[in-house]
């Protein structure tokens, strides 16, 4: 099972996005669909997929939070054709960050908003073996530039079967990057690849609750340890969320709560649903009371 699972909110967008990020990739498909009534956005609905074998939640549950470039998505491509198809898929309805082109880097690149708004970094990478399709990227700008090598540092002693990959740091005249920073890093957290980089151009966005980790813990005892070591925001912790000292937001979640969340008996969601909803960080053992109905009248 996927330890780290990306989260995209929406606003009621989520499976409209879902089939049509299913059709883009091999090895997709939509595992889930699940409504849940009740909530302070009112009905939301939750939507597992994979794109090309690797997991990801999507949420529609409100206008509250817009996708920002501060995390993208890099797909690796072995053929320039690859590339164009995406490229062009991707654009229909979005805007270019970085137009597809030849970059010292890759000779077919480019940074595309899709229609949703949601960053993709499309890049040929030749021969290179491809482990991974997708890796969730992270920029850190504003007051958090300067940063990414630190996170890194912190994520990968937090995180088990975690190592830092290769790093490519800015050199003198690249201004206004600083040079020793970082301008592309890879790391690797439970056997998932991830890149992280500072901008220190001025930027209008820095990372929200639009694009969350969501990280499955099989015991509570696990779940307090990843609580401890990532929230540093008190006031953010709500629903099993949280801000580490970066400004991410994490959501640290039983792994048995996917299966309540995916079951079809309404009035078993509606309890684990009015249960999560009064935590901040979640409590196994009353959400497994919650979901067997053991506080309430039967």
Request: hydrophobic share 40%.
């Amino acid at each position: 099972m996927q330890k780290i699972v990306p989260h995209l909110w929406f606003d009621k967008e989520a499976a409209e996005a879902a089939k049509f990020y299913t059709s883009l990739f091999k090895d997709s498909k939509i595992i889930d669909k699940t409504k849940i009534q009740g909530t302070p956005s009112g009905t939301a609905e939750m939507v597992t997929i994979e794109l090309s074998g690797q997991e990801f939640m999507l949420l529609s549950a409100g206008p509250f939070f817009t996708f920002t470039p501060a995390v993208s998505f890099l797909i690796a491509c072995s053929t320039k054709e690859e590339v164009d198809t995406l490229w062009e898929k991707l654009s229909q309805g979005g805007k270019a960050l970085m137009p597809l082109d030849t970059y010292p880097f890759s000779e077919k690149y480019g940074w595309v908003e899709d229609r949703y708004g949601l960053s993709w970094q499309v890049m040929y990478i030749g021969d290179s073996k491809i482990t991974q399709k997708i890796t969730p990227t992270l920029m850190f700008t504003g007051d958090k530039c300067g940063k990414a090598e630190e996170a890194i540092n912190i994520y990968t002693l937090v995180f088990r079967n975690a190592k830092v990959g290769d790093i490519l740091r800015y050199g003198a005249g690249e201004e206004p990057d600083k040079e020793g920073t970082i301008k592309q890093a890879a790391f690797i957290l439970e056997g998932q690849e991830f890149a992280a980089m500072d901008s220190a151009y001025e930027h209008n966005f820095t990372f929200n609750e639009a694009i969350s980790f969501i990280v499955y813990c099989d015991t509570q005892e696990e779940l307090d340890f990843y609580w401890g070591k990532l929230s540093a925001v008190p006031e953010a912790e709500q629903c099993g969320w949280l801000k580490d000292k970066f400004g991410f937001s994490w959501q640290i979640v039983p792994t048995v709560m996917k299966e309540m969340m995916q079951n079809k008996d309404a009035e078993k969601l509606a309890r684990v649903t009015e249960a999560f909803l009064k935590m901040k960080k979640f409590d196994i053992a009353e959400l497994k009371k919650a979901y067997e109905g053991l506080h309430y009248p039967q």
